[in-house]
């Protein structure tokens, strides 16, 4: 069935920048809304960002709000999340997910995880 696979992530310094890509494989993803989430060693996987099944609704925790930008191709069927200006917190596994509806919604538990792509941030 849906295979979701995360990409782009690395090493860099603090300040740098990384895109990660989620591609969505076996079933379209035009009619879903689309997040990433992270978690660092010893936490909580907590939420980052959000976009709607039509790009023009983006939701992000205030700790990356200003520095990530997420979005989307639906022909590709491609979820993206552009990171800038990287701080060492930022440092954990990312992860893509398809959430069940049209639209973000925090009470409404993730459909599908990706397997995950390092982030790591020195300073």
């Known amino acids: 069935q849906l295979q979701l696979v995360e990409s782009g992530g690395g090493l860099v310094q603090a300040g740098d920048s990384l895109r990660l890509s989620c591609t969505v494989s076996r079933r379209p993803i035009s009619n879903n809304a689309m997040g990433w989430f992270r978690q660092a060693p010893g936490k909580e996987r907590q939420f980052v960002a959000a976009?709607?099944?039509?790009?023009?609704?983006?939701y992000f925790a205030d700790s990356v709000k200003g520095r990530f930008t997420i979005s989307r191709d639906n022909a590709k069927n491609t979820v993206y999340l552009q990171m800038n200006s990287l701080k060492p917190e930022d440092t954990a596994v990312y992860y893509c997910a398809v959430l069940p509806g049209n639209d973000y919604s925090p009470a409404v538990p993730v459909d599908f995880w990706g397997q995950g792509t390092q982030v790591t941030v020195s300073s």
């Open positions: 976009i709607n099944w039509s790009g023009r609704s983006t």
